[in-house]
């Protein structure tokens, strides 16, 4: 678990990276003749994590078991990391109760709906005993067997005296997991948190019950970076540590100082793609065989590419597509919406009930203008990537209204590959905005007229509008890679980890 490279924490001693998500690289299942097979995991998040472990070969991967097969790998790799498409695997098992209070009660709709300020707050959230039983028996002890993992997989491994340890934790669903850590690797291991997610401000911070609102943030106090999407979480994050558990902070620094004398650095490291990877995908053949069915949609082709989930904005977004309908009768039949939709969290009734009004609402408005040659929004929610990429390469506008995002990968991923020069409409609110905001048109995802306003604007753009646009998105993109993401975290790792000396 091993690696020498430039930036590495200890310049004469070697680093031992462990990164832990809960979803991880591969979920493990069987094939017709029972033997073992695995899939990539998809998502943003594992492709990003993809190139830490192509930057530092030695590094583990620490994951959730998702699946049966996952469990019996878990076992496997208690003893070693198990090794699959050159990567080094631990999988974790949990109870599954806790597992379940922690994905389906706490993770998801408690926290994710505060990061994104998705609460219709004169009704909810209600919190009660079932909150605290949520946390008690599920999040806590989800968190605790993470680090138990982490602390078992360095024991087992054969790190040198000199070598320093670095922890790399990931994301909203592990905020627990380094104070659990601290306690069982002391003050000398290395803990970075990468958030995800936005950081809301401090009163939307305080939605949560005491236990949870300053446990989590002592927790991630426990670290030594904290770290997000943009800048702007980044602040709201120092914010609400100084007003929640009144600790020191420098905002300009960016540091929070811990009442044990540590020092917290809170950055800002906008994750990004490997423009290549995307490049190759959509030269090959199985997107180009996929691009017949996209160009057979009757006129221009606005898409939009999500999880089906509440944050994304995907109703509003459909009713900003009536309004432009109706505002402009002549742009019927002119034009097709594909909306190519993931399921997700289904068993969180919220989501449930989301995914029925998606329906609802699509039904309705192809009812409201559809003809016998039309159909204006085509619902796509085959699991088929090459049919994503084929559609990135041919819209002529790319709709992103989320309520909030952390990133939005989507953005960046379409944009570099589109040989249409198409437009970009970018909601306020996703963490792509800090990036990209100034060559796309921006709305506020609340404002069915203006986002209205800005659908028939990017469909009649002049081309010289198209293209200027689009060859200012793609450099920025290409800019700030994959590889620079990584290589920022590791410089500041490197940085930090000098200063503690
Ligand atoms: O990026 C946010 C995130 O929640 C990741 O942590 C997660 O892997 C992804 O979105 C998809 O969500 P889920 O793992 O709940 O399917």
């Not at 340890?165 to 601290?182: A, G, K, S």
Request: charged share 30%.
């Amino acid at each position: 678990m091993t690696a020498r490279a430039e930036g590495n924490p200890k310049a004469d001693g070697e680093m031992r990276l462990v990164i832990v998500s809960n979803r991880g690289p591969v979920t493990f299942s069987r094939d017709d003749s029972g033997g073992r097979e695995h899939s990539r995991g998809a998502g943003g998040l594992v492709t990003a994590l993809n190139a830490v472990m192509r930057r530092e070969e030695e590094a583990v991967w620490i994951a959730s078991a998702q699946s049966e097969e996952d469990a019996r790998v878990a076992a496997e790799s208690r003893e070693a990391p198990y090794e699959v498409e050159g990567l080094k695997v631990v999988l974790v098992e949990h109870d599954e109760e806790a597992y379940e209070l922690m994905y389906n009660h706490l993770a998801n709709p408690l926290l994710w709906f505060v990061h994104h300020g998705l609460y219709d707050l004169p009704y909810a959230p209600e919190l009660g005993d079932e909150t605290r039983r949520a946390w008690e028996e599920g999040y806590v002890p989800v968190n605790e067997n993470f680090a138990e993992a982490v602390a078992r997989t360095l024991e087992a491994s054969d790190g040198g005296a000199g070598d320093e340890t670095v922890i790399l934790v990931h994301d909203y669903q592990l905020y627990m997991t380094p104070l659990y850590l601290r306690e069982r690797l002391g003050e000398d291991a290395f803990i970075s948190v990468f958030i995800h997610i936005p950081w809301p401000e401090p009163e939307g911070w305080r939605i949560l019950p005491v236990y949870a609102r300053e446990g989590i943030l002592r927790s991630l106090l426990q670290a030594d970076i904290v770290a997000f999407h943009t800048r702007g979480y980044a602040r709201s994050f120092i914010r609400t540590v100084r007003e929640v558990l009144g600790v020191e902070v420098d905002e300009e620094e960016g540091v929070v100082r811990t009442e044990g004398g540590r020092e917290v650095w809170v950055r800002a490291y906008p994750i990004s793609i490997d423009p290549r990877e995307f490049e190759d995908l959509a030269r090959s053949e199985e997107v180009e065989n996929e691009e017949e069915r996209i160009e057979d949609l009757p006129g221009k082709l606005l898409l939009r590419v999500d999880r089906i989930d509440l944050s994304k904005n995907i109703v509003r977004g459909f009713h900003s597509y009536d309004r432009m309908l109706q505002q402009h009768p002549e742009m019927r039949e002119q034009v097709t919406f594909l909306a190519r939709l993931q399921p997700s969290r289904e068993d969180i009734p919220e989501y449930a009930a989301y995914a029925e009004a998606i329906q609802e609402t699509v039904d309705q408005v192809n009812k409201k203008y559809g003809t016998g040659s039309w159909e204006p929004i085509v619902l796509s929610m085959e699991d088929n990537f090459p049919f994503s990429v084929a559609a990135y390469k041919n819209y002529d506008v790319l709709l992103v209204n989320a309520v909030r995002d952390g990133m939005n990968l989507i953005a960046k991923e379409a944009v570099v590959v589109n040989e249409k020069d198409g437009v970009l409409i970018l909601s306020e609110n996703a963490g792509a905005h800090e990036e990209l905001g100034e060559h796309a048109l921006t709305v506020n995802p609340y404002d069915i007229d203006e986002q209205a306003g800005a659908l028939y604007e990017a469909l009649t753009m002049s081309d010289d509008e198209r293209a200027r646009r689009v060859e200012a998105l793609q450099s920025t993109i290409r800019s700030n890679t994959i590889e620079e993401w990584v290589e920022a975290q590791l410089k500041d790792i490197a940085a930090h980890g000098k200063r503690r000396g």
